[in-house]
């Protein structure tokens, strides 16, 4: 006598089982997910990355300021370098 066990017998098997598996999943700890629980700078980099954030923030005056001090480094070229 031969018993199949098809897709369905294994799915009512696994719902029936399910109680057992509770306590698996907390064992494993995968982090944080609270952006304010991450409390090393090298964790949070790892995290923006993840995230395609980008960590640290910089402001709109930052980016203004490196901006122009890239724009006066490009104009201080010696004379012989200007066309």
């Given at each position: 006598m031969e018993?199949?066990?098809t897709r369905a017998w294994r799915l009512s098997q696994k719902q029936r089982?399910?109680?057992r598996d509770v306590h698996t999943a907390l064992q494993r700890f995968r982090g944080e997910k609270q952006w304010k629980m991450l409390y090393l700078r090298s964790c949070k980099l790892a995290r923006a990355a993840?995230?395609?954030?980008?960590?640290p923030r910089i402001t709109n005056k930052q980016l203004a300021r490196e901006g122009l001090e890239e724009y006066s480094l490009v104009n201080e070229c010696p004379v012989y370098l200007q066309p």
């Amino acid at each position: 006598m031969e018993k199949s066990r098809t897709r369905a017998w294994r799915l009512s098997q696994k719902q029936r089982n399910q109680s057992r598996d509770v306590h698996t999943a907390l064992q494993r700890f995968r982090g944080e997910k609270q952006w304010k629980m991450l409390y090393l700078r090298s964790c949070k980099l790892a995290r923006a990355a993840q995230l395609g954030m980008s960590y640290p923030r910089i402001t709109n005056k930052q980016l203004a300021r490196e901006g122009l001090e890239e724009y006066s480094l490009v104009n201080e070229c010696p004379v012989y370098l200007q066309p």
